[in-house]
């Protein structure tokens, strides 16, 4: 009995320990200077997570401008975080997307208002029934100029609406791509229950919230 009661006592310690320095490096995450992705080829990217990336990767997909929108993960504390170890909840990251745009066609601050227009944004830890901090709404900004964008945006929201935005403010570090699997998913496996019940009416309630942004085969 003694020996059970010690190494509870052990496992209790090492994982409080294990949690605070979690917190700690999610901290120095969340506190630290942004990095630039400089435009390559005439393309720009921003980076977004708001729920089930499958979601938000077709939502951005149909929007003018965005060259391609790719899954995976950030925001995080963890080195090649995979499906698996994201859902845990104990990385730090969220599902997220990176969109490759022309900012000749599509501006920064529109994609800003497409992530705000396509989801409940007022859901704490996910969205719809996608519940846990790995769908967590996270807006990542890679200098100064989108920081504010992103803050007016949330300000203008709040005051107009009487609302709390979830959505988390992150300086953008790292993108870590998904597995194949997951990109273009709601193009691959269009007969999908979760494409067909949640994905599907998800980028349709966005088009009719902003079809003047949207490509003409949407």
Known sequence: MK??????LITSTFSCKNQAQNKEEQLSIINA?????????????????????????AIYESVKGVEESISGYSGGHTKSPTY?????GRTGHAEAVEIIYDPTIV???????????????TQVNGQGNDRGSQYRSIIFY???????IILNKIESIETEQNIKVAAEVY????????????????????????IINVSIPRLNRFKAKMPEVLKENH
């Open 171 to 194: 300086p953008f570090q790292k993108f870590w791509v998904a597995e194949d699997y997951h990109q273009d998913y709601e193009k691959r496996n269009p007969n999908n229950s979760y």
């Open 3 to 8: 020996k059970l009661i010690l190494l509870l």
């Open 107 to 121: 501006s920064f601050e529109t994609l800003v208002d497409v992530y705000f227009a396509s989801q409940n944004i």
């Open 142 to 148: 890679q200098n100064d100029k989108q920081k504010q």
């Open 33 to 57: 200077e942004p990095i630039e992705v400089p435009i390559k080829n005439g393309k720009a990217r921003a980076y977004f997570a708001s729920g089930c990336f499958w979601c938000v990767e």
């Open 84 to 88: 698996e170890a994201s859902n845990t």
